[in-house]
């Protein structure tokens, strides 16, 4: 790899693999420390092709939810099984994992813009901005870029648009599933909320389980199936259709995420 050599949106290689590797060790134990991250799956990451595959996982915070996926996809592909043990994962990490999020969030500091470097795609979003909500049309540029970084690599995208539970999934999704026609790998991720303020970047409570759940890859007709169906499709996938809303209030919620935890870990035990 040349000093200078760059991806497809300008980002020198050299510079980004270091940023991975700084942002790794800085956040290593967030998740394997004084928090435990329990990994489903990881045989899965290393059979999958190097491009076009889109992961489409449920949300709880702006940051820590993607920098986990760092994180296990590439101890994965170093040959850990279901670990994110040890730091020499990220000495070569793998370049072309790129991330979808909201252009104005990645604008907001000198923090979100090297976390951008690191493998952002920014997207403006069409229903809310600025804490308003809005409404207009897909910038097909941003569709474009979400296509260059399949056909460059992994593409990590968040459906829902929120870190609110149970929200529906945006169509724009299955446009690209159609358009692009990658592979598409489902991720279900939990208790980064209790773990994390929203933002993802401030621990706010030690001693959480969390655990990410990486499912087979979802069998999809891009021809016969409708937007419709690829979208309820998703929404069981990652376990955010409405037959799994179990709770309808905040502390309801907080208590049925706590007891989920509870049975996952007894389980695993």
């Not at 099984?81 to 790129?98: A, E, F, M, Q």
């Not at 976390?115 to 809310?128: D, H, K, P, Q």
């Amino acid at each position: 790899m040349g000093l200078f050599k760059e991806n497809p949106f300008g980002h020198v290689l050299f510079l980004k693999k270091w940023l991975i590797r700084i942002l790794g060790v800085m956040t290593h134990q967030r998740y394997k420390g004084f928090n435990k991250l329990e990994i489903e799956g990881s045989e899965i990451i290393r059979d999958l092709p190097d491009t076009n595959v889109l992961f489409v996982s449920n949300h709880q915070t702006y940051f820590a939810d993607v920098v986990a996926m760092f994180h296990v996809f590439n101890a994965s592909l170093k040959g850990r099984n279901d670990s994110i043990r040890g730091l020499g994962y990220l000495w070569n990490p793998k370049l072309n994992v790129y991330y979808i999020a909201a252009a104005e969030t990645m604008k907001k500091s000198l923090l979100t813009k090297i976390l951008a470097y690191a493998g952002s795609i920014s997207v403006e979003r069409t229903w809310r901005s600025e804490g308003k909500d809005i409404n207009r049309q897909v910038k097909m540029s941003d569709i474009s870029n979400i296509g260059r970084a399949l056909t460059d690599g992994w593409v990590i995208t968040f459906p829902q648009g929120t870190t609110t539970p149970w929200k529906p999934l945006r169509k724009g999704t299955a446009h690209i599933i159609k358009k692009y026609k990658p592979v598409v790998v489902p991720v279900v991720i939990d208790g980064f909320r209790r773990s994390f303020d929203k933002k993802g970047l401030r621990v706010k409570k030690k001693g959480i389980l969390q655990s990410m759940h990486i499912k087979e890859p979802l069998d999809i007709d891009y021809e016969a199936e409708s937007f419709e169906a690829i979208i309820e499709k998703l929404e069981y996938a990652i376990e955010q259709h409405p037959s799994f809303l179990k709770v309808i209030s905040k502390e309801e919620l907080l208590a049925y995420e706590e007891e989920h935890q509870k049975r996952r870990y007894s389980a695993k035990s």
